[in-house]
């Protein structure tokens, strides 16, 4: 299995005129950890169909699901520029899960370059 570094991160969120938090694009690092991309296996992709499996990626994080930070709505994976993932560009987490007691399964979306 290949890992990389990643960071996850919260956004940070400014309130507007009308006192709504919004964000504002910029990312604080909660917990630094290891991460790969996992596949998307046939059930999967029969299940979710070719538009999410193209657009979102399965991540999956060398950490117990005990030490994963509730607050954090972003991965950045560290990337050299020959990987398909969007380089340093932070994924919106949409899902989490455990997976046995050493790792957590991620889904994220905006990954493609």
Sequence with gaps: MIWKRARLLREKTVSDELNDSIGN??????????ARIAPWSIEEQQIYGA?????EVKVLLK?????YPKTATH??????TSDALAVNQPMEILSVAQRG?????IRCRGWKT
């Design 25 to 34: 694009g910029e990312f604080e690092t909660l917990r630094k950890v290891e």
């Design 51 to 55: 538009t999410v499996t193209e657009s």
């Design 63 to 67: 950490m117990p699901r005990k030490m």
């Design 75 to 80: 991965i950045r994976i560290e990337a050299d």
């Design 101 to 105: 007691t050493r790792f957590v399964a």
